[in-house]
């Protein structure tokens, strides 16, 4: 009986583990020691935060995976809504952003983003979508996040919204 219900069990926590592996997956690569939370409130206390976005996995849904971003990071922070925008002139501390980028090289960092690099994205697994994720002041990189999830069947794809989700509340997470 004993060895039926491990066996049992090993079978679960298989399947388990199984489901997660197609993500979404989310880790915070670096954040500066001091005032990166006070810095990203600063930044929308007067208005929206201003993001930056480089890459588009999906071929032409441009405007669809942008209005998906901002949704997501507007819903990220529910103990201090803050909004988001794509246009500069809208940022009142425009030197203040969130910057991603989809499928980027594998040897890309925060740091490019927050210089203002252009990157060229990279062809990745049918369905999967990487994401390196910074925020910015004055083109210094204050913190940084990367993630990933598999089987994103488009742009306004749910399991896409909760990757930008995690990825920018790590942005801001406090490391432990």
Known sequence: MRRLVLGL??????????????????????????????EFVY????????????????????????????????????????????????????NFRVSLMFDPPKMARGTHLCAGEILAPVANEAGKVNVLMSFCAKGEMLSESWGWVRKVGGPSDPRLGKLIHFAVRHLFQAAK
Do not use: K, M
């Not at 069990?9 to 006070?38: E, K, V």
């Not at 208005?47 to 997501?72: M, S, Y």
């Open 9 to 38: 069990l090993s079978l679960l926590s298989a399947l388990g583990l199984s489901a997660c592996s197609d993500g979404p997956t989310t880790q915070q690569s670096y954040i500066r020691p001091s005032g990166t939370w006070s």
């Open 43 to 94: 930044a929308g206390a007067e208005g929206p935060i201003l993001v930056d976005i480089q890459g588009e996995p999906f071929n032409g849904g441009q405007a669809e995976l942008e209005r998906l971003v901002l949704t997501a990071l507007e819903g990220a922070f529910p103990e201090r809504p803050t909004r988001f925008t794509l246009d500069p002139a809208l940022a009142p501390h425009a």
